[in-house]
């Protein structure tokens, strides 16, 4: 288990490692940090002068190791455009996006498990061949897209909830379901095949040969053994419900971290570029480092791999 | 992958029918299982539809997408009050026709989607077969840099290298090079991942064997006897790259980080249309389903390719 802990740490630093150095590379060797603090119509002489204030005529790895210094004790420098740290802007914001992913993933799995459920119990029925279509339309779905025809119906035809914004209850409630179901159709089919494969196992028989009602054979005896891996693959894909959550912020206004790091990229502000990134990135990978945790408790198989 | 498992254990429970060979023709044969597939079928001519649409949209396009008139700005289309025949699905914030700017759209998108599919394809199978087929200190390092790009989301880095280095240069005004380069870039692991399986696999096995002991050189062996063999995988993830890759696309051109104006774009027809979404439903209905009925129809082609592909479903 030690050993499994610690090549799992391992593994979570050099991503967390490799993501700073992307960050840094395309930011100071493919783009030219000056273009962020000047406007355009700068000549050439000044921008040499502060290229030089700033240090960014220094070699490239002098600037790399400034730049990891600062970032391992989370110093990612000010921000060009709020003058304030980088870093507590970002963490300033995290609460939002967390709030938002947490929803969201809560709608997903409010919608996954029960339609999950029934289309595997009923397997080839109506109510199952229609949960598929709707899960197969909802993986093409733009979610940029479906935000806004939400908004469309329930903000401005219905007048029910507000278009966007954050702070109360109501706030949540549509980039949430957006997120949530942005997300429910890999929930859905992955509980659906795991309950299938699960529903045809002898120890499923012996249940209903016991006489226990159906509901406790469907609930108690394969639920259960259904959800570890549907659990495992969505902690696993956390990453991929923050890139929806990213999507869904700059559609509802949300004040989360990804609107902050797309006007950072609008107004090239590097710091909270940087910032921004590999703490999103820390968090997924966090993340991703539990769920193998639990899993290795739950599964001493895992550990030997 | 892991929620492939269940799938792959069912798969294996399925009994596998082997129906008495009749003698079919065929071309017969052929047409039974296009019939099979209809749902992939019918994506499939859609989208031929949709491709010489896009190549043709000189000739289809009933107005010029670039140019409106001010007097005609914001027309609701045809079956709304003051709609008119003239511009069917209306007009946007400069008079020109929205009709025409999706019919122009669609290039942008289709060719965003196809030449992104194709770089992040390049990359991804040549890092793959290296990684799988050398092994060693080249699959360390290439499974390495597989593993960082894929803890962050492929949107998040795909925003942070357009953001940088912008949409640069348009060739033959709708194909937009470093969004097509961005995205391949930001997703090439995904290829690398699976192929690095697949030639994991099949190195294995006894043709590969049997051409080393012929004294056949590993170049050739990896791309006359292993690269053919990776082609199925290649194609099935290929056709969910490109929906993939026509949704990221719309969505830079959503925050204007895309294909920069005035070129139409699905995207930024959308962007354009949220001022006005208030009491213009149809400005940001239809350029939105453009993408999604796009995105369906090859998400559906891709799962008729898949079960034509895949030997187990070819019984009946």
């Known amino acids: ?305 | 992958m892991t929620d492939q498992l269940p799938e792959m254990a069912s798969a294996v429970t399925r009994t596998l029918v082997i129906p008495g060979r009749r003698a079919v023709p065929g071309w017969q044969r052929v047409t039974r299982r296009l019939w099979q597939l209809r749902t992939a079928t019918l994506s499939a001519v859609f989208l031929a539809g949709l491709v010489l649409m896009a190549v043709f949209a000189d000739f289809i396009a009933p107005y010029n997408p670039y140019e409106g008139e001010l007097v005609d700005r914001l027309k609701p289309p045809v079956w709304e009050q003051d709609g008119t025949w003239a511009h069917v699905l209306g007009t946007d914030q400069v008079g020109r026709d929205n009709l025409s700017r999706l019919i122009y759209g669609a290039r942008v998108s289709l060719a965003a989607g196809f030449l992104a599919t194709v770089v992040a394809g390049a990359i991804g199978v040549t890092l793959g077969l290296m990684a799988g087929y050398i092994g060693r200190l080249a699959d360390t390092v290439i499974s390495t840099l597989i593993n960082i790009q894929l803890t962050v989301p492929f949107i998040l880095l795909a925003l942070l290298f357009i953001g940088v280095v912008g949409p640069g240069l348009v060739i033959a005004g709708y194909i937009a090079v470093n969004v097509v380069i961005v995205l391949g870039v930001a997703s090439w692991p995904i290829y690398a991942r699976v192929i690095r399986a697949e030639v994991l696999k099949l190195r294995e096995l006894d043709f590969v064997t049997a051409a080393r002991c012929l004294g056949i050189s590993d170049a050739r062996i990896l791309l006359r006897h292993i690269l053919p063999n990776t082609f199925n995988p290649i194609i099935v993830l290929s056709t969910v790259q490109v929906a993939r890759f026509i949704i990221t696309e719309a969505f830079l051109s959503f925050l204007g980080l895309g294909t920069p104006p005035p070129t139409p774009t699905w995207g930024s027809m959308l962007a354009d249309a949220r001022q006005f979404m208030f009491d213009k439903w149809w400005l940001p209905t239809f350029p939105g389903l453009a993408i999604f009925i796009t995105t369906l129809a090859i998400n559906l082609f891709g799962d008729g390719l898949r079960d034509w592909l895949d030997p187990y479903s070819r019984n009946v």
Not at chain 1, 114 to 140: E, H, K
Not at chain 1, 193 to 212: E, F, N, P, W
Not at chain 1, 216 to 226: D, G
């Open chain 1, 1 to 305: 288990m030690t050993a499994y802990l610690a090549r799992q740490v391992i593994q979570l630093a050099v991503a967390v490692w490799g993501i700073s150095v992307i960050v840094f590379v395309v930011n100071f060797v493919i783009g030219d940090p000056i273009n962020a603090l000047v406007p355009p119509e700068t000549p050439e002489e000044t921008r040499q002068l502060l290229r030089h204030q700033y240090g960014f005529d220094r070699p490239i790895l002098v600037q790399y190791l400034d730049f990891a210094r600062g970032a391992v004790v989370g110093n990612f420098g000010e921000s060009y455009l709020f003058k304030k740290p980088a870093l507590s802007l970002v963490i300033e914001r995290l609460p939002a996006t967390l709030q938002l992913t947490v929803a969201g993933m809560g709608v997903a799995i409010l919608i996954a498990i029960p339609v999950g459920i029934i289309s595997a119990y009923w397997r080839y029925s109506l109510i199952d061949n229609v949960a598929t279509i709707i899960a197969v339309a909802g993986q093409a779905m733009p979610i940029y897209w479906l935000g806004l025809m939400l908004i469309l119906l329930f903000s401005v035809r219905l007048r029910w909830l507000p278009a966007s914004g954050y702070g109360t209850p109501q706030h949540l409630i549509l980039p949430a379901f957006c997120l949530g179901v942005f997300t429910a159709p890999v929930a859905m089919r992955l509980v659906r095949s795991g309950m299938l494969d699960v529903l045809s196992q002898d120890y499923i028989r012996t249940a209903r040969a016991k006489g226990l009602t159906e509901w406790t054979v469907v609930m108690r005896h394969a639920l259960r053994n259904t959800m570890i891996p549907v659990i495992t693959v969505l902690g696993l894909q956390f990453g991929q419900l923050m890139g929806g959550a990213v999507i869904t912020e700059t559609v509802f206004a949300w004040p989360g971290v990804a609107l902050l790091l797309i006007n950072a990229i609008y107004r090239s502000d590097i710091p909270v570029m940087q910032a921004a990134v590999i703490i999103l990135a820390l968090i997924i990978a966090g993340v991703n480092f539990l769920v193998d945790v639990i899993v290795a408790v739950l599964d001493p198989r895992v550990r030997l791999r």
